[in-house]
């Protein structure tokens, strides 16, 4: 059987707003083999897993795990866990650093405040300071979720790492397993598709400067969907790589009597006062395929196709 990330690139599914959605990253490691549903089906402790789970829910906060590349034996519980936390809204973008021997403390946090970019929750409950290192690079590579996160992932954050790059990591789940490898880049949380080490080289080079590469790129994760692909159209149509750059102020769902696929009116600023009015309408990737290797069912991803872009005079505003 083909697998799922072959049959999406040869139908030529596109990237652009399909990256998971989060305000802010936690990321906790923790070696040895994950399961489909890793906070709760890996060498971490389920019931810290489950109660991470329901801590963050409705807060911004995504938690994921992360460990480093190569082999993963069960080498039992390790002494000291590195902890990430990254905000990733334009003009608050952060990653701090952490070192615990108890992930329970954890819990300790308030995941309102840190969903809202407040790291300071962070850094007093888990001594955290802000990462001076590299930009982090996460690869999916839960094959227990997906084997194509497995088969395409393990081999690209091997290669990313034996190149000498700091900060790069294996992570859990990114969602999007069709587009492996798929890769997180933080601070700014922009997510890539279909990666390539060539890619993701230039994907870190540009973080150092302020800047993001568009190739294969999924979107930011701060936007939901409509949003992430409204801002990758304004970056295409100026030509703006600047990271923080552009933000999404607005997105309205249009409402519709026909039944018709929703779609959404999107309001895009530039950090210079300008503004941009991007229609974004949901569509269907089709032929129907197997949207995961492990289902036979036959689907048609929901896409986000950006119907119209433009640029609004200071008067239109407000309409």
């Given at each position: 059987?083909?697998?799922?990330?072959?049959?999406?690139?040869?139908?030529?599914?596109?990237?652009?707003?399909t990256a998971a959605n989060a305000r802010t990253w936690l990321l906790v490691e923790q070696p040895g083999?994950?399961?489909?549903?890793?906070?709760?089906?890996?060498h971490l402790d389920p019931a810290l897993g489950r109660a991470l789970e329901a801590a963050a829910?409705?807060?911004?906060?995504?938690?994921?795990?992360?460990?480093?590349?190569?082999?993963?034996?069960?080498?039992?519980?390790?002494?000291?866990?590195?902890?990430?936390?990254?905000?990733?809204?334009?003009?608050?973008?952060?990653?701090?650093?952490?070192?615990?021997?108890?992930?329970?403390?954890?819990?300790?946090?308030?995941?309102?405040?840190?969903?809202?970019?407040?790291?300071?929750t962070f850094d007093a409950t888990m001594q955290g300071r802000p990462h001076t290192g590299a930009p982090l690079a996460l690869v999916c590579t839960n094959g227990k979720r997906d084997r194509c996160c497995a088969l395409l992932g393990r081999p690209l954050a091997t290669e990313l790492a034996a190149s000498g790059l700091g900060g790069i990591w294996e992570v859990t789940h990114l969602g999007g397993h069709r587009f492996s490898p798929t890769v997180l880049v933080l601070p700014?949380?922009?997510?890539?598709?279909?990666?390539?080490?060539?890619?993701?080289?230039?994907?870190?080079?540009?973080?150092?400067e302020g800047r993001i590469v568009l190739e294969g790129c999924?979107?930011?994760?701060?936007?939901?969907?409509?949003?992430?692909?409204?801002?990758?159209?304004?970056?295409?149509?100026?030509?703006?790589?600047?990271?923080?750059?552009?933000?999404?102020?607005?997105?309205?769902?249009?409402?519709?009597?026909?039944?018709?696929?929703?779609?959404?009116?999107?309001?895009?600023?530039?950090?210079?006062?300008?503004?941009?009015?991007?229609?974004?309408?949901?569509?269907?990737?089709?032929?129907?395929r197997a949207e995961s290797c492990g289902t036979s069912i036959l689907g048609a991803p929901a896409r986000m196709d950006v119907v119209a872009v433009r640029e609004l005079r200071p008067a239109s505003l407000a309409s």
């Open positions: 059987m083909s697998r799922c990330a072959t049959v999406s690139r040869d139908l030529d599914e596109p990237v652009s707003g083999p994950w399961g489909a549903k890793a906070l709760t089906s890996s829910k409705g807060t911004g906060v995504r938690v994921a795990l992360i460990r480093r590349p190569g082999r993963h034996a069960d080498c039992g519980r390790p002494a000291v866990r590195q902890v990430y936390a990254a905000h990733t809204m334009p003009g608050n973008a952060w990653v701090h650093a952490a070192t615990t021997d108890d992930p329970s403390q954890l819990l300790g946090l308030d995941f309102t405040a840190l969903g809202m970019g407040d790291h300071h700014h949380g922009y997510a890539y598709g279909r990666a390539e080490a060539h890619t993701i080289k230039d994907v870190l080079h540009g973080v150092q999924r979107g930011r994760s701060a936007w939901e969907r409509p949003g992430q692909a409204a801002e990758l159209a304004v970056r295409t149509a100026v030509g703006e790589y600047a990271a923080d750059a552009l933000s999404v102020v607005r997105t309205e769902i249009a409402v519709r009597t026909d039944g018709a696929a929703p779609r959404w009116e999107v309001i895009v600023a530039h950090a210079d006062g300008r503004h941009w009015r991007v229609i974004v309408a949901q569509g269907a990737s089709l032929p129907p």
